[in-house]
Nanobody
């Protein structure tokens, strides 16, 4: 399984970015996948998840601003990030599991991780 993120970059507060995560050796439409982020000096935290049935969950800090989606035909996971804030600055990681439902899953349930893509939001 290989996960390759792209789409990170630098943007001013209020701007938008769209992250992509291309999966190979893995059927992204069959399982729970998620986006996580880690800021310098902080623990990695969950941002958004999508289950096999396209149900989504979001961290409270990004709810209403970020949208997770998936294109099963392209085997690609996305994270649309709007109204970005400086506190969104972090390395963003795509993660994949081998379970269908995301509810109650911890980071340890995600056995596959991408290399990360940096998002920097300036004020």
């Amino acid at each position: 399984v290989q996960l390759v993120e792209s789409g990170g970059g630098s943007v001013q507060a209020g701007g938008s970015l769209r992250l992509s995560c291309a999966a190979s050796g893995y059927s992204s439409g069959d399982y729970c996948m998620g986006w996580f982020r880690q800021a310098p000096g902080k623990e990695r935290e969950g941002v958004a998840r999508i289950n096999r049935y396209a149900g989504t969950t979001y961290a409270q800090s990004v709810k209403g601003r970020f949208t997770i989606s998936r294109d099963n035909a392209k085997n690609t996971l996305y994270l649309q990030m709007d109204s970005l804030k400086p506190e969104d600055t972090a390395m963003y990681y795509c993660a994949a599991s081998l379970v269908s439902w995301c509810n109650g899953r911890t980071q340890g349930d995600f056995g596959y991780w991408g290399q990360g893509t940096q998002v920097t939001v300036s004020s």
